[in-house]
């Protein structure tokens, strides 16, 4: 299914190109103005996907996972500006002349392209970089998707204007069918997906202090219904509804519970945000928009896996504690060496837990802790997690072996360089991102 998306998904953008040369449309323009054209032909054709990759259809997302979705989303998103700012020159050199870049005095539906390119560029600026801009996420993802509406059908009307290739009626049912597929794409995600789920609320069934700024939030199924089937650490989105005051967002958290849990699903939060700081207001009876599972971090989508080192930092913890209270209580024999690392002793958490898992019989469960600032008194593993010190801990590299990281984005570096060290393949390596 992956590998079809992935055709599919290549002749869509270049479909513009292939019609046009299936049509054997020659004109007097230069090789260089046909580049420049085809540029922007395969831009509209990513730009016009954009919104299906970004709408959480499950068959889109389920054989990639929709961390791996949103990185292709924003690497195309800067393919296509790089495309359309290679247009206006190519095309003005190809034999429009220098004035198509100097000037305006030019038609109204080329100077509605050049607006788009301005657009689409501040676009992509203010995404790459909106915390220097002073935008919170639910900032930039609103400011992100009006341009991205105006971006749109803005560079559908300057194409259908100034392309002579438009005349062709496979080039209007082909434009046409790429621009519905947007809309419905958009509509679905923002009008028809909400309103199907706010019929079904959830609802806060209790909420437990975990650490000093960790919680959990448990969320019963609406009455009469069950949780939603999912694998071990699989994240969803949550929009709570609490008292007044509080901040609405919409905001994605792993799932922390097991899937044999079927009374409640929870996630375990940590504040780290204007948003998560008021988590811990959140109170029992409180509704809740939940819309999931998503993700390909578990284990039990790769069977072929025999053994585990799960390495986890900080709240990363969250996907590891769904999976072993599954391996728990399905009475999985699975070898496991878990490896989790904090800033503090009191910033551990599950400590409990964790400890009576390891002193269970299954799974065969391994811990060592790692802190880096140890108060006096403590005996396990201090400092930093380097890529020597993983290699130390991790000890021999198995073929059965499979690793699994979750951890914040400057230790993955750490830890994805220490497992290359020890020479364990990409392959074998499972590695979940904490931000889409």
Same mark, same amino acid.
């Given at each position: 299914?992956?590998?079809?998306?992935?055709?599919?998904?290549?002749?869509?953008?270049?479909?513009?190109?292939?019609?046009?040369?299936?049509?054997?449309?020659?004109?007097?323009?230069?090789?260089?103005?046909?580049?420049?054209t085809?540029?922007?032909?395969?831009?509209y054709?990513?730009?016009?996907?954009?919104?299906?990759?970004?709408?959480?259809?499950?068959?889109?997302?389920?054989?990639?996972?929709?961390?791996?979705?949103s990185?292709?989303?924003?690497?195309?998103?800067?393919?296509?500006?790089?495309l359309l700012?290679?247009h206006?020159?190519?095309?003005?050199?190809?034999?429009?002349?220098v004035?198509?870049?100097?000037?305006?005095?030019?038609?109204?539906?080329?100077?509605?392209?050049?607006?788009?390119?301005?657009?689409?560029?501040?676009?992509?600026?203010?995404?790459?970089?909106?915390?220097?801009?002073?935008?919170?996420?639910?900032?930039?993802?609103?400011?992100?998707?009006?341009?991205?509406?105006?971006?749109?059908?803005?560079?559908?009307?300057?194409?259908?204007?100034?392309?002579?290739?438009?005349?062709?009626?496979?080039?209007?049912?082909?434009?046409f069918?790429?621009?519905?597929?947007?809309?419905?794409?958009?509509?679905d995600?923002?009008?028809?997906?909400?309103?199907?789920?706010?019929?079904?609320?959830?609802?806060?069934?209790?909420?437990?202090?975990?650490?000093?700024n960790?919680w959990?939030?448990?969320l019963?199924?609406?009455?009469?219904?069950?949780?939603?089937?999912?694998?071990?650490?699989?994240?969803h989105?949550?929009? %709570?509804?609490?008292?007044?005051? +509080?901040?609405?967002?919409?905001?994605? /958290? $792993?799932?922390? !519970?097991?899937?044999?849990?079927? @009374?409640?699903?929870?996630?375990?939060?940590?504040?780290?945000?204007?948003?998560?700081?008021?988590?811990?207001?959140?109170?029992?009876?409180?509704?809740?928009?939940?819309?999931?599972?998503?993700?390909?971090?578990?284990?039990t989508?790769?069977?072929?896996?025999?053994?585990?080192?799960?390495?986890?930092?900080g709240?990363?913890?969250?996907?590891?504690?769904?999976?072993?209270?599954?391996?728990?209580?399905?009475?999985?024999?699975?070898?496991?060496?878990?490896?989790?690392?904090?800033?503090?002793?009191?910033?551990?958490?599950?400590?409990?837990?964790?400890?009576?898992?390891?002193?269970?019989?299954?799974?065969? %469960?391994?811990?060592?802790?790692? +802190?880096?600032?140890?108060?006096?008194? /403590? $005996?396990?593993? !201090?400092?930093?997690?380097?890529? @020597?010190?993983?290699?130390?801990?991790?000890?021999?590299?198995?073929?059965d072996?499979?690793?699994?990281?979750?951890?914040?984005?400057?230790?993955?570096?750490?830890?994805?360089?220490?497992?290359?060290?020890?020479?364990?393949?990409?392959?074998r390596?499972?590695?979940?991102?904490?931000?889409?």
């Amino acid at each position: 299914m992956g590998v079809l998306l992935v055709v599919v998904y290549g002749l869509l953008i270049l479909s513009p190109l292939i019609t046009v040369a299936a049509l054997w449309m020659k004109g007097e323009m230069t090789l260089m103005h046909e580049t420049g054209t085809s540029a922007a032909f395969a831009a509209y054709g990513i730009i016009a996907l954009q919104p299906v990759l970004t709408a959480r259809w499950k068959f889109v997302e389920r054989p990639f996972g929709l961390d791996v979705i949103s990185r292709f989303h924003r690497y195309m998103g800067l393919f296509a500006a790089a495309l359309l700012l290679s247009h206006p020159p190519l095309m003005a050199y190809g034999g429009a002349g220098v004035k198509l870049l100097l000037t305006l005095e030019q038609p109204w539906y080329v100077l509605l392209g050049k607006a788009v390119l301005v657009l689409l560029l501040i676009n992509v600026c203010v995404s790459m970089w909106y915390a220097r801009f002073g935008l919170g996420f639910e900032q930039w993802r609103r400011f992100h998707n009006v341009l991205a509406m105006i971006v749109i059908p803005c560079a559908f009307v300057h194409s259908w204007w100034s392309g002579y290739d438009m005349g062709p009626k496979p080039m209007v049912l082909l434009w046409f069918g790429l621009l519905g597929l947007t809309v419905w794409a958009y509509v679905d995600r923002k009008l028809v997906q909400p309103m199907r789920l706010e019929r079904r609320p959830y609802r806060v069934s209790d909420v437990e202090q975990e650490t000093h700024n960790v919680w959990t939030v448990k969320l019963a199924p609406p009455e009469g219904e069950r949780i939603y089937d999912h694998h071990p650490g699989q994240f969803h989105f949550v929009t %709570l509804y609490r008292s007044e005051g +509080v901040p609405v967002e919409e905001h994605h /958290w $792993t799932i922390s !519970s097991s899937p044999t849990q079927r @009374e409640h699903i929870s996630s375990t939060i940590k504040e780290s945000g204007d948003f998560t700081s008021t988590i811990g207001r959140t109170a029992p009876g409180d509704t809740a928009i939940v819309q999931g599972p998503f993700g390909r971090f578990s284990y039990t989508l790769y069977p072929q896996d025999k053994e585990y080192v799960f390495i986890a930092g900080g709240i990363g913890i969250t996907p590891f504690m769904s999976m072993l209270r599954h391996m728990r209580d399905t009475g999985n024999d699975a070898e496991v060496l878990l490896i989790y690392a904090n800033s503090t002793e009191q910033d551990i958490v599950f400590r409990s837990e964790i400890e009576e898992m390891e002193h269970g019989t299954r799974p065969r %469960l391994s811990v060592i802790h790692v +802190v880096g600032k140890p108060d006096e008194g /403590w $005996t396990g593993q !201090s400092g930093r997690l380097t890529p @020597e010190a993983l290699v130390r801990l991790v000890g021999p590299d198995s073929e059965d072996r499979a690793y699994y990281v979750c951890v914040p984005p400057g230790m993955a570096k750490v830890v994805i360089r220490g497992l290359r060290s020890m020479g364990v393949p990409y392959r074998r390596m499972r590695r979940e991102e904490f931000s889409l």
